[in-house]
């Protein structure tokens, strides 16, 4: 929790994230994940300071938990001087102990915030998904908060100007902004009408950009005019000399054997890789998020 200091910007954990987004849907599926159409709303998790605090942040809970499909898990919710925003305990359950920072008993609007990073602790505990290392699985845990449909409120409690700041949880604000745009994209949803932070709205708006970019690469057929020159120039070099790509290009082209130049891909939408062969015009469905894909090979 940076409160009061600098706050990281930028996308410094970008491929964590892409990777996370991937994992999300290889082990919920994209059934599952569809589930999770309907973000949390901001009445649900609404928190007045003239509500009792414990009573007002395990209804909170509750609601995090509902929305997350955990039906037989009670959180108990308590507070306490920490370095962290919060902390839970994964047990086995059904009962799980969540510490919040001392800080949200006067910042009560973040609590929802703070709750939503740990109850997806529990969800991601009880799936037995996680990744290496506690800075690795902290960006699963935010990325999956988000696009599961409860990170804008991570987001919106990015507040920052010349005298102070504050940013909850592991991603840059940017990173939060791109996650919710990947997640808007795929279910047609406009979060920055519940932004109550103008920084959280203009981070969204350069995540946007970024999760837009992702859509514009070759070989998609949105790609702009110089992307795709540089696709023919590495693909003519590719034919001639059955090489790899360019480093640092979002495609590489394979042999196949004795039949045509294959190209693999991230999709854009879950970063699994995709391989067709180099063809010319080419529609292909990601296996894994269903997304058909217009490209020009």
Not at 158 to 181: H, M, N
Not at 188 to 208: C, H, I, L, R
Request: proline letters at 6%.
């Amino acid at each position: 929790m940076a409160n009061g200091g600098p706050v990281e910007h930028g996308y410094p954990h970008l491929e964590t994230v892409r990777a996370a987004i991937t994992a999300l849907y290889k082990r919920l599926s994209y059934d599952t994940i569809q589930t999770f159409s309907t973000s949390v709303a901001p009445a649900d998790v609404a928190f007045c300071d003239t509500d009792d605090l414990y009573l007002g942040a395990q209804r909170v809970a509750r609601e995090l938990v509902r929305h997350y499909r955990l039906p037989d898990a009670r959180l108990i919710v308590s507070f306490r001087e920490m370095t962290h925003a919060a902390n839970v305990e994964l047990a086995a359950g059904p009962e799980y102990f969540v510490e919040l920072n001392d800080r949200f008993r006067t910042h009560r609007r973040d609590i929802g915030a703070a709750l939503a990073h740990e109850v997806m602790h529990v969800y991601l505990h009880r799936l037995g998904l996680s990744f290496t290392g506690t800075r690795d699985n902290e960006i699963l845990t935010d990325t999956a908060t988000t696009y599961l449909g409860a990170g804008w409120l991570l987001l919106d409690a990015f507040r920052e100007d010349a005298a102070s700041s504050q940013k909850l949880g592991y991603l840059t604000p940017e990173e939060f902004g791109y996650v919710l745009a990947k997640r808007a994209l795929v279910f047609n949803e406009d979060p920055a009408v519940w932004f109550t932070s103008p920084q959280a709205y203009t981070a969204y708006v350069k995540g946007m950009a970024q999760a837009r970019h992702d859509e514009q690469q070759p070989p998609l057929t949105a790609a702009g005019w110089a992307g795709r020159r540089r696709y023919a120039h590495d693909r003519r070099h590719a034919q001639d000399a059955r090489a790899a790509s360019r480093p640092g290009a979002p495609y590489t082209f394979t042999p196949d054997g004795r039949g045509p130049l294959r190209v693999s891909f991230p999709c854009p939408t879950c970063h699994q890789r995709i391989r067709v062969p180099v063809r010319g015009r080419v529609r292909a469905r990601c296996g894994l998020c269903r997304t058909v894909l217009e490209c020009d090979t």
